[in-house]
């Protein structure tokens, strides 16, 4: 626990936690209900994961497996990242309009 914001912070550093949110609300005004908050990763994921004991024990019973799995995850973390951005860029039109909108009849 003495460590739990630090690790928090490292997790999103990594892109291993991206920090976003989804207002459904917004396309209604025509603006883009995916906010991605999280700037790049900056912190490489081996940085945040091998502070927590589950990965450290990776690391010593199989080091190589360990540092594999951890680039994967790598690879994983900074191509969702990337996704995510692409989302974020989008115009709100590009998403579907909000439950309780469908069936609704054009207000134009």
């Known amino acids: 626990m003495q460590y739990g914001l630090r690790q928090q912070n490292l997790a999103v550093a990594s892109g ?3 920090l976003m949110r989804f207002n459904p609300v917004t ?3 025509g603006e883009n209900p995916f906010r ?7 912190k490489p994921f081996k940085e945040y ?3 927590e004991l589950r990965y450290q024990a990776l690391t010593t019973t199989r080091p190589e497996e360990a540092s594999r ?3 994967m995850t790598q690879a994983a973390a900074t191509e969702k990242y ?6 974020a860029g ?7 309009p909000p439950a309780d909108d469908v069936g609704q ?3 134009s």
């Open 16 to 18: 291993y936690w991206p």
């Open 27 to 29: 396309r209604r005004v």
């Open 36 to 42: 991605l908050d999280s700037a790049r990763p900056t």
């Open 49 to 51: 994961a091998y502070n």
């Open 69 to 71: 799995l951890a680039d």
């Open 82 to 87: 990337r996704v995510y951005e692409q989302l």
């Open 90 to 96: 989008l115009d709100g039109g590009r998403f579907h």
């Open 105 to 107: 009849p054009d207000e």
